[in-house]
């Protein structure tokens, strides 16, 4: 039952990681990168306080946790998730969102070497067919993709993959929530600086539907999603749950034909189905798992 559960929290987290793709574009039309970080932040931490005192289940962090509080603030939630913007920004959010579909890799690898998790032959042939897909999307792909972008959409994935080992370790521990709170609180500290410098060069304006976006991001893209992806985290393996990143772009895919009216290619869509085939092959078998932990 508790699998089950874990299960339901993943498609909503991913539905939700998907669209906020697309949400950022919006925002990111007339705001610089990192003011958008600070005031997802800013509703997030608030959103994420409220809900950790009506939880009641608040405890005092140990000495020896620490060290993973600030890797998941640091790392996952402030550079990581800075990188994705930035790669959002320059990138359509179909392809942006596709690129942190690989998340599943690099999350089973980091898995394998700091978890105990065992990585299978399946896994293995599904990293080679992932990253055929990838070649065929950004090799075959027009020259008007951002290398740039690219860089950091692939440095969030890389970096993102660290935190959920590090949120993993802690997971059995606390109530994801406060996780979720502290690793923001971790990061909006981070941000402040860097939103300050970057105003004097990028300005930013605030209309409607960027504010809205931001307080979309912040109380469901961030507060919620992040806390149901540390549930998840705290009910199954850290490489299970990776397994279901091919949702994200899926649903990035769809909104952005919607409404911002981005025109999928051939080579995206032969590559994004190499990308979900790759990552498919490994979720068929993972009922036949055994929990491997060291």
Known sequence: MKKKIGYIYLFITFFIWGSIYVVSKFALDVMAPFMLLLIRYVVSVVALTVLLKLRGTRIKVKKEDRKYILIVGALGYFVSIGCQVMGTNLLDASLAS?????????????????????????????IIISLVGVYIILGAGSGNISAAGVLASVCSVLL????????RRISGGYDPVQIALYGMGVALILNIPAAVLEAGSVPSTFTAKAVLSCIYLGIVGTAVAHTLWNMSLKLLDASVCSMFYPLQPLTSAVLGIFFLHEVITWNFVVGGLLICAGVLITVLFTGNRKTEKA
């Open 98 to 126: 596709l690129i942190n579909a690989m998340n599943p890799i690099s999350i089973s690898i980091l898995a394998m070497i700091f978890l105990g998790e065992k990585i299978h032959k399946k896994d293995v042939a599904s």
């Open 160 to 167: 993102w993959s660290g935190a959920s080992v590090a949120i």
